[in-house]
């Protein structure tokens, strides 16, 4: 199975910075994909950042330029680091992953997509 574990939220004062982590406990699959999403208080689940395993990165307009991700996807372990944080950045943090395969050689690929528990960031004005 996928068994995400983040850690690395906190308190922090606006213009601060932090850095999350994902780790896939069980690592007994290969990943297509990681990334992260955060939900805030009264507001829909929103992707924040994403990384393939062959490295690429995609990232929601709000946080480009702020926030990157890093790491290795092949290793099944990420990272988000955030910098110049806003108040509105305040939210849970999730890490996801996605597992691509197929049953059978012929058969169409199956995409499984696993999520953390998530990790708290406020931050203060």
């Known amino acids: 199975q996928v068994q995400l574990v983040e850690s690395g939220g906190g308190l922090v004062q606006a213009g601060g910075s932090l850095r999350l982590s994902c780790v896939d406990s069980e690592r007994t699959f290969s990943l297509s994909l990681m990334g992260w999403y955060r939900q805030a208080p009264g507001n829909q689940r929103e992707m924040v950042a994403e990384i393939t395993a062959d490295g690429s990165t995609t990232y929601a307009d709000p946080v480009k330029g702020r926030f990157t991700v890093s790491g290795d996807v092949k290793k099944n372990t990420i990272y988000l680091q955030i910098s110049s944080l806003k108040p509105e950045d305040t939210a849970v943090y999730y890490c996801?992953?996605?597992?691509?395969?197929?049953?059978?050689?012929?058969?169409?690929?199956?995409?499984?997509?696993?999520w953390g528990q998530g990790t708290q960031v406020t931050v203060s004005s």
């Open positions: 996801t992953a996605n597992r691509r395969f197929r049953l059978c050689s012929q058969c169409s690929p199956i995409e499984n997509t696993y």
